[in-house]
T-cell receptor, first 114, second 116 residues
């Protein structure tokens, strides 16, 4: 069966510090991968998605970047965190080349920038 | 462009009462529709989905939803809620792109609060 992992589960970082959040998927190959952010009162915002290694699409301009160094690994990064980067970050995957687009979510990372 | 509107940001209800969480969408293409549930500090879990066929879809935990194409709605219902149903519920839509992108458009969520 497929599983998705995210770490760390929680993170407190000072403004201006770097960020690296990791997401890995097991039990499937060539998945589509996604990064979402939930901020209070703003619902679920798609940040990045990837349909393959090294292929990243950004949905909104921001202080963050994403990379996919391996088929089942998706990394969210920042060189210098802002207060507005605080939120709950969710990674998700879906089956590549399928049109029903059901997505499977990881447990999330709670990021607090102070 | 597609969009999803969840009409109620918060829904308080007493235990064992029925509940309906409303969702409307706009799209110019055939759609697939989803309801997800999120418990505090957890990821999203799929409740049910509509791809095609019967417009009444049954999901986990006793929830069901009805796809209404003419009203572009996909409301979620449960005849009798439990305290454990307290969570945030998200409606989502994806288009029949025929590709591998797999993007979903999410509503802003409805917080269901079940009181004893």
């Amino acid at each position: 069966s497929q599983t998705i992992h995210q770490w760390p589960a929680t993170l407190v970082q000072p403004v201006g510090s770097p960020l690296s959040l990791e997401c890995t998927v097991e039990g499937t190959s060539n998945p589509n991968l996604y990064w979402y952010r939930q901020a209070a009162g703003r619902g679920l915002q798609l940040l990045f998605y990837s349909v393959g290694i090294g292929q990243i699409s950004s949905e909104v301009p921001q202080n963050l970047s994403a990379s996919r160094p391996q088929d089942r690994q998706f990394i969210l990064s920042s060189k210098k965190l802002l207060l507005s980067d605080s939120g709950f970050y969710l990674c998700a995957w879906s089956v590549g080349h399928e049109t029903d687009n059901e997505q499977f979510f990881g447990p999330g990372t709670r990021l607090t920038v102070l | 462009a597609q969009s999803v509107t969840q009409l109620d940001s918060q829904v308080p209800v007493f235990e064992e009462a029925p509940v309906e969480l409303r969702c409307n969408y706009s799209s110019s293409v055939s759609v697939y529709l989803f309801w997800y549930v999120q418990y505090p500090n957890q990821g999203l879990q799929l409740l049910l989905k509509y791809l095609s066929g019967s417009t009444l879809v049954k999901g986990i935990n006793g929830f069901e939803a009805e796809f209404n194409k003419s009203q572009t709605s996909f409301h979620l219902r449960k005849p009798s809620v439990h305290i454990s149903d307290t969570a945030e519920y998200f409606c989502a839509v994806s288009g029949d792109y025929g590709g591998s992108q797999g993007n979903l458009i999410f509503g802003k969520g409805t917080k269901l609060s079940v009181k004893p």
